[in-house]
């Protein structure tokens, strides 16, 4: 179920993190990513998990995690232009954070930078 669950995350359409009007009011797991200017790709930075992902993601920019600094320093810089989040409607998503954290790792085949969550 974990790889299912992170394979489609991972053909999920990116968007942009400032359009939060297309983040939908739903529980689930989300990514964000930044794009890089230099290759066009994007970073996958940080899984996370909410009952309420659009509420999840405003919160990001006032939270003292250490995603949200990155994120208030990429707003405060160029307006969050290329911040990116993609998410995923998933009932059960508070119990198994930390296995799709790990699947999510070993699929793209490097750690997620900004998760401090031990699996």
């Not at 970073?43 to 919160?59: A, M, N, P, T």
């Amino acid at each position: 179920m974990a790889n299912d669950i992170c394979d489609k995350l991972i053909q999920k359409q990116w968007l942009r993190y400032t359009d939060s009007s297309l983040i939908p009011y739903v529980g689930g797991i989300y990514v964000i990513g930044i794009k890089r200017s230099s290759n066009r790709a994007i970073i996958y930075l940080y899984l996370g998990q909410s009952v309420d992902v659009h509420d999840r993601i405003k919160h990001h920019k006032y939270s003292d995690q250490k995603i949200d600094g990155f994120i208030r320093r990429n707003i405060r810089r160029n307006g969050g232009k290329d911040l990116r989040v993609k998410l995923i409607k998933e009932e059960r998503h508070k119990f198994k954070e930390g296995v799709y954290i790990k699947c999510m790792e070993k699929k793209l085949g490097y750690k997620l930078q900004y998760n401090m969550k031990v699996c």
